[in-house]
């Protein structure tokens, strides 16, 4: 039987898988490893500076970490902790995308204002495309076929052709778009509007916004609401929205696109991480330094895990 932790305390029987969660920490330029069965940190790993994306190899071996200071991506061997590449990423990388075919990383390049397409093979650039001012959010549709790119600073969604390599369409959103998901069918591409507080989803077909999703948490100013990573969970029916300031993530029925319930976390909640068996997901609080547990069937926090200094990105591996 699997357990969470609260302060070195068993409170509750876990259904969820063995995982290994893996922090990014901006201010500490650390990742945190956590035992997600035991709630422990079993390792702690120095990187490079203000690190930001963190995602998982298609083969499981290595970590992949945004260093946006140093202007690389740090790709770590995750059984030493160890940092075997670093990758010609562009200037700032901020948030990136690992190909459908675990083949390419595409980064999003703040400074360079810029898409740079990584091939993992050669460790060298594939292609670069420009984007709107301050890229961030990046993900590929399901078929493969495009690339989106967020623009904090247009307020648009770039649409970006991978046969032709080049950017072909622009779909305005609310201000300061920060991360974007497509649905497992890839008929609709869901955004976060940071300033705008909402989440945008868009019509792939159409490429157009279809409907935006509003959030009024009881107790806490609009202004606090600032919504920035996304996931869902891998039936594809619960969307898991992390809040920002307002110290909440949303957990939103995917077909009806209602907010089910609000969760209070740690402080300035920047991503979210969904366990394998979709019954958990883990939020990176970035003001408190901590990563919330939360139950997604209850709807409530279970486990609180101390981490590095300003967690920013978390992502959940077997």
Request: aromatic share 6%; charged share 20%.
């Amino acid at each position: 039987m699997k357990y969470l932790w609260i302060a070195g305390l068993a409170l509750l029987p876990s259904l969820a898988h063995a995982e290994t969660l893996y922090v990014s920490n901006e201010r500490g330029n650390s990742v945190s490893v956590i035992d997600a069965t035991t709630g422990k940190v079993t390792a702690t790993w120095d990187v490079g500076g203000r690190p930001r994306g963190i995602t998982l190899s298609k083969d499981g071996r290595y970590i992949f970490l945004c260093a946006s200071l140093d202007h690389a991506v740090q790709m770590i061997d995750r059984a030493t902790g160890k940092v075997v590449a670093e990758l010609p990423s562009g200037q700032d990388p901020e948030q990136f995308f690992l190909s459908r075919d675990g083949a390419m990383l595409f980064v999003a390049n703040e400074d360079d204002a810029a898409l740079t397409a990584i091939d993992l093979a050669n460790k060298s650039v594939a292609f670069q495309v420009d984007t709107g001012g301050e890229p961030e959010g990046v993900a590929q549709s399901p078929d493969s076929k495009w690339i989106v790119v967020t623009s904090e600073e247009d307020n648009v969604v770039n649409w970006i052709d991978v046969a032709k390599r080049e950017m072909v369409e622009e779909t305005p959103v609310d201000l300061r778009p920060r991360h974007v998901e497509f649905t497992a069918d890839g008929s609709a591409l869901w955004v976060a509007a940071e300033v705008g507080g909402t989440v945008q989803i868009i019509d792939t077909a159409t490429r157009k916004v279809s409907e935006t999703l509003h959030f009024a948490i009881p107790g806490v100013a609009e202004h606090r609401i600032l919504p920035c990573g996304i996931r869902f969970t891998p039936d594809g029916k619960t969307a898991v929205i992390a809040l920002g300031r307002a110290d909440h993530v949303a957990i939103v029925d995917v077909a009806t696109r209602k907010v089910r319930a609000y969760v209070p976390v740690g402080k300035r909640v920047w991503h979210v991480a969904i366990s394998a068996d979709g019954t958990h997901a883990y939020s990176a609080n970035g003001l408190s330094d901590n990563v919330s547990v939360i139950d997604l069937a209850n709807a409530k926090v279970v486990g609180t895990i101390p981490v590095g200094a300003a967690p920013w990105g978390i992502v959940a591996a077997p």
